[in-house]
């Protein structure tokens, strides 16, 4: 069974449209994570909640709305989309906080036109 | 701004050889992670090793770090192509995590 899942795993829609990404885990972990991947490979945490409380938001402008209905799943809202917004999402989740292991998901790679 | 750093940003060897990464970052932690991320994939927990100490291992993987460098290694020995993947290192403090930019790894046959 797969641990973190995400849908879709391809999203291509054009600038100025609202989309949805969808994660959800089973691991029963207590916190919840979004990564944004760019086209350098660089990964930066965008959101974090613990028991569905948002516990860090890393300067991410307020287009980009996480959305967790329970403890096991982490939704992704992103209103008027950029250009800028191409990248891959990742979703994670871990036991011990951030700075414990985190398992991710396999990742949506977004695509603006 | 960026915690990690990896060093080099590529790196090809032979099949059977070993592969050395390091990580460099700049203020205190609690602990240093590397993950493994295989192309198209999410990334893959390897190995964690704690602010108090200094060297750790997990099958053909070893991992140390020197904080008074600030810096952390990882060594994969008897590479297999397999292996061939970017590896990311990640530091810990307090709630918050940092990855670095990654090394991707190359393993020729």
């Known amino acids: 069974d797969t641990a973190v899942s995400q849908t879709p795993k391809y999203l291509v829609t054009q600038m100025g449209n609202d989309k949805s990404i969808k994660c959800e885990q089973n691991l029963g972990h207590d916190t919840m994570y979004w990564y944004k991947q760019d086209s350098k490979k660089f990964l930066k945490i965008m959101f974090s909640y613990n028991n569905k409380e948002l516990i860090i938001n890393e300067t991410v402008p307020n287009r980009f709305s996480p959305k967790s209905p329970d403890k096991a799943h982490l939704n992704l809202h992103i209103n008027s989309l950029e250009l800028g917004d191409s990248a891959v999402y990742f979703c994670a989740s871990s036991q011990a906080g951030p700075r414990g292991e985190q398992y991710f998901g396999p990742g949506t790679r977004l695509t603006v036109t | 701004s960026q915690q990690g750093e990896e060093d080099p940003q590529a790196l090809s060897i032979q099949e059977g050889e070993n592969a050395t990464m390091n990580c460099s970052y700049k203020t205190s932690i609690n602990n240093l992670q590397w993950y493994r991320q295989n192309s198209g994939r999410g990334l893959v927990h390897l190995i964690l090793?704690?602010?108090?100490?200094r060297e750790k291992h997990s099958g053909r993987l070893r991992v140390t770090l020197d904080t008074s460098k600030k810096s952390s290694s990882l060594l994969i020995t008897a590479s297999r192509a397999a292996d061939t993947a970017s590896y990311f290192c990640?530091?810990?403090?307090?709630?918050?995590?940092?990855f670095g930019k990654g090394t991707r790894l190359h393993i020729l046959p």
């Open positions: 990640a530091t810990g403090l307090d709630d918050k995590i940092i």
């Open positions: 090793i704690r602010s108090n100490e």
